[in-house]
């Protein structure tokens, strides 16, 4: 091919919407582009390339320790801006002895993922000092092993000073450590702030005094053992008026801390709120509903607290979250009398996510939803565990408009064929992308019901673990026709198990069918990481279980 056909080919890749996908066949073009004749290329690829978002333009472990063996002038790697080492200890060192090089070049990056990669104090320290991040806007050091010196080197790094997201998850934070990034002159760009895991209660109230945090809108403390103790530092802080979000997940609270924190005059005034696995019984909701500073709630996420009918119709007649579109209410208590509490509140009519999974729910509750006029914006329901079978299914989808539903979560249900067949024939699917039917009696001929459903046509995503298809059933998902727009399919492979399986080889056939597909299977001897987590890349991998 010459020259001016290879570059008709870019510009025709180069028009297309910026994607994952399209991100990766440019590379690949690239890739092949003779390496004498590349670098024109690769100029004309990041002037199209320069309003993509930095997201897209990922670079694995692997492709970067490609370019550092043979570091040529024109590699695909100079159009990257995120460097994912996740998990990839093995590769570390290779790349920060690499920053200690000036053959090679890192200045483009905007973004490092260096997460779980076993990085102490001193290998950061080798990778600050190689000053080879101008452009680093962000840096996520999860699951790492930093301890003070490491922090306190990372607050007076000068090349940090554009940072707007830093992670520190799972590592240490004790009261001299967060001291020295609370003190830092490098750092006051920070918009996105995560010490969950890691930082104690002496910590937070180095952190929060400081006028260090006044710019954070986002603040991450999940799991931190910082209990209602930290909810009263966060009260009496000065410096949190620009603060958005809150997470607060795993943080045992108590009626009096919440009381505090609801009277506090300084606090920003959230959008979002994620406070599940705090022991937030009714009473200290009601508290929690009184703080002013909650008055424009979009996100509030409660699940796996201790909320009961009260604690539902505190929500129903509270003024302060009446602005909400996403709610979590998943694994309470607040039984069917108050899902048809919630389900007659005004305060849910801008719900777009609705999440009552877990809660004791019965036909009324399902009444209730379908006679509900405020839930015309709902587009995600999760209605998990709540004894919803076949006539229940066919009732709530019938209350939707054609094309409402884009998300939909009915694991562990006893819904059958009958119930697939319900959703299959309900026209409130026809935009639905994503399907969860874990454990919901689902055989042959349901899954062939959804495959030839007229509705069923954007899905994506459709879990079947822990049903009654068989293998020969896998023949239904085969065919490019059913779920055209497949991207992911969940299966089962546990030969124990009472349901179905589907082994590595039925997971091939499915691939040598429909190629594109990504098939997970779930292995029941790895125990129990919540469901709902991020599919993986390779064409068959493994994931997790849910506890059952």
Known sequence: ???????????????????????????????????????????????????????????????????????????????????????????????????????????????????????????LIRMLYSQHFPALRVLILDGNTLGEEGIAILANAPELQDLHTLSLSGNRLDETAAASLAASPYIRKLRTLDVSLGINIGGLKNLVSSPFVSHLTRLHLEF??????????????????????????GNKCNTKSIKTFAR???????????????????????????????????????????LRLEGAKALATSDVVTQLTQLDLLFNAISSAGIQVLAGSPNLQHITHLKLGRNDSDLEAIEALVASPYLSNLRQLEYSRNNVNARAIELLLSSFSEGQLERLELDFNPIGDDGASCIAAAPAIASL????????????????????????????????????????????????????????????????????????????????????????????????????????????????????
Not at 225 to 238: F, I, K, R
């Open 264 to 306: 506090s005059m300084n606090m920003g005034m959230l959008t979002s709120l994620s406070a599940s696995l705090c022991q937030i019984n009714d009473e200290m909701l009601k508290a929690l509903l009184r703080a002013p500073f909650l008055s424009g709630l979009k996100r509030l996420n409660l699940q796996h607290n201790s």
């Open 224 to 249: 931190s053992n910082l209990d209602g103790e930290g909810l009263e530092v966060l009260a009496s802080s000065p410096y949190l008026s620009s603060l958005k979000t809150l997470y607060y997940d």
């Open 433 to 548: 992308t994503h399907l969860w039917l874990v454990g919901a009696e689902l055989g042959n001929t349901g899954a062939k019901a959804l495959a030839d459903s007229p509705y069923t046509k954007q899905i994506t995503h459709l879990s079947a673990v822990y049903n009654n298809i068989t293998a020969d059933g896998l023949e239904i998902f085969c065919t490019p026709d059913a779920l055209p727009a497949l991207t992911h399919l969940n299966l089962n492979n546990d030969e124990d198990s009472e349901s179905s399986f589907f082994s590595l080889e039925d997971s091939i056939r499915l691939h040598n069918a429909r190629p594109g597909l990504i098939t997970v299977l779930q292995d029941d001897d790895m125990s129990g990481v919540e469901y709902d987590q991020v599919w993986e890349d390779p064409i068959v991998c493994v994931e997790r279980t849910p506890e059952r």
């Open 1 to 123: 091919m010459q020259e001016n056909e290879r570059f008709s080919t870019l510009r025709t890749l180069l028009l297309e919407p910026p994607s994952k996908g399209l991100w990766e066949r440019v590379w690949e073009y690239l890739e092949r582009w003779p390496e004498e004749e590349r670098l024109p290329a690769i100029q004309y690829a990041e002037g199209h390339m320069q309003h993509w978002p930095d997201e897209l333009r990922s670079v694995s472990a692997d492709q970067c320790l490609y370019y550092i063996d043979d570091p040529q002038e024109a590699s695909p790697f100079l159009l990257g801006r995120r460097v994912l080492f996740q998990e990839s200890d093995h590769l570390i060192e290779a790349f920060v002895s690499a920053l200690e090089d000036d053959v090679y070049s890192f200045g483009h990056l905007t973004e490092l993922d260096l997460s779980h990669c076993s990085m102490g104090d001193d290998m």
